[in-house]
């Protein structure tokens, strides 16, 4: 390594929110961001490419950097940081990292030393959260839910009597099988589908997890908020006694059975589920 190379001030990684649909949104800070950069990140270089094009920003250089190539890209982008150069990170629409490529990225910068800076901009989840007139907070991300109902069950279940709103995207095809399912691990909730947002047909559509419309027809872009339960209906006696069936086997003194328990319970606290294996014998 040449002396003018230890002794460059290393660029900056720059992670920018850009337009979920609508240009306006895309901010003079980001738009300055990405006209300066010496490189662009984008997972799709066309259809980035096109994007800057409406967005009437001018860029000097991409790179693709998606799922498929983020650890293999990553060492060559940290080595371009610390020649000087100055790098963008953008996604398809929103912000990077939420359930975008970015993390690998930005957590080796972190590690190394090199500077990461964010850009604020349009971010689904939160967008479709805003709007949904469903609780706010506190609120759980998933990204994209698994497509197997198995893998449904173990991302959602745990959450099924926490107070905590739940939001993830889905494609079109798989919502109306993917809600239902919902329904079963989760109980009667409220529900919105947002979908298209910031777009021309943006809309958000209200329903009941116990009362699910026809969404066999619905188009574009489709972020779900899930509700609190509602009332916290409580397990019976009878139910705690078969998940403690169920648990004991698995061993662990009695106190993290009862922790085990009460995660796929309603209403118990571990101390309720802790005095029921105390006056249990055997």
Request: charged letters at 25%.
């Amino acid at each position: 390594m040449s002396s003018n190379t230890q002794n460059q001030e290393p660029g900056t990684l720059w992670v920018v929110g850009t337009p979920l649909g609508n240009p306006g949104d895309l901010s003079p800070r980001a738009r300055a961001c990405l006209e300066e950069a010496d490189m662009v990140l984008a997972e799709d270089t066309r259809r980035e490419g096109l994007a800057c094009a409406r967005w009437g920003v001018t860029v000097r250089r991409f790179l693709s950097y998606h799922d498929h190539n983020e650890k293999e890209k990553a060492a060559s982008v940290l080595e371009l940081l610390r020649e000087g150069k100055n790098i963008a990170l953008i996604s398809d629409a929103g912000m990077p990292v939420m359930a975008d490529p970015g993390y690998v990225v930005i957590r080796a910068c972190r590690e190394a030393g090199l500077p990461v800076s964010v850009i604020p901009g349009p971010c689904a989840p939160v967008t479709a959260l805003a709007g949904s007139g469903i609780p706010p907070q506190p609120f759980v991300f998933f990204g994209f839910l698994p497509r197997k109902r198995s893998e449904q069950e173990e991302s959602l279940a745990p959450y099924a009597a926490l107070p905590v709103t739940l939001v993830f995207f889905e494609r079109k095809d798989r919502l109306q099988e993917t809600l239902k399912n919902a329904l079963a691990l989760l109980g009667p909730r409220e529900v919105c589908v947002a979908r298209e947002l910031t777009k021309t047909h943006e809309e958000y559509l209200r329903f009941r997890l116990d009362d699910i419309p026809d969404l066999s027809g619905i188009l574009g872009e489709v972020t779900v908020v899930l509700g609190p339960p509602e009332g916290h209906v409580k397990s019976s006696r009878e139910e705690i006694l078969a998940l403690i069936a169920e648990e004991r086997p698995a061993g662990g003194a009695p106190r993290a059975v009862a922790r085990r328990v009460q995660a796929r319970s309603r209403g118990w606290t571990t101390g309720e589920i802790y005095a029921i294996l105390s006056g249990m014998k055997g």
